[in-house]
């Protein structure tokens, strides 16, 4: 009885430990991928608002290059919008939990035209 026991204790320590290792492993290997989304929505938004910046030295504000920019950059906020409830702003460097933006915030740029 006593090694029957013994066993049982055994087997039941072998399930203890097994389930906190998976529920570890499930629960700290979600953290990094959660960051690599987030980094992932920054970098759609860092280079969609790099996009307009280009087109707009290229092409000029008004130019049909800049609004297309101007498009995409307000698609990639509305994804990371949709995703994460935020976004990422690359001119004032953080993130807004509100859905805050201004598909014209860029035009106070407009003086650089050519």
């Given at each position: 009885?006593?090694?029957?026991?013994?066993?049982?204790?055994?087997?039941f320590?072998?399930?203890v430990?097994?389930?906190?290792?998976?529920?570890?492993?499930?629960?700290?290997?979600?953290?990094?991928?959660a960051?690599a989304?987030?980094?992932?929505?920054?970098?759609?938004?860092?280079?969609?608002?790099?996009?307009?910046?280009?087109a707009?030295?290229?092409?000029?504000?008004n130019s049909?290059q800049?609004?297309?920019?101007?498009h995409?950059?307000?698609?990639?906020?509305?994804?990371?919008?949709?995703?994460?409830?935020?976004?990422?702003?690359?001119?004032?460097?953080?993130?807004?939990?509100?859905?805050?933006?201004?598909d014209?915030?860029?035009?106070h740029?407009?003086?650089?035209?050519?």
């Amino acid at each position: 009885m006593k090694s029957f026991l013994s066993r049982s204790m055994k087997r039941f320590g072998k399930v203890v430990l097994a389930t906190a290792a998976l529920g570890g492993f499930l629960l700290l290997g979600a953290a990094p991928r959660a960051v690599a989304d987030d980094d992932s929505c920054r970098h759609r938004l860092v280079k969609a608002d790099h996009r307009l910046h280009e087109a707009a030295e290229h092409h000029g504000w008004n130019s049909p290059q800049a609004e297309h920019a101007r498009h995409d950059l307000h698609e990639a906020r509305e994804y990371c919008w949709g995703k994460f409830h935020k976004w990422w702003d690359e001119d004032g460097h953080r993130w807004h939990t509100e859905r805050d933006w201004d598909d014209h915030d860029h035009d106070h740029d407009r003086d650089h035209d050519h």
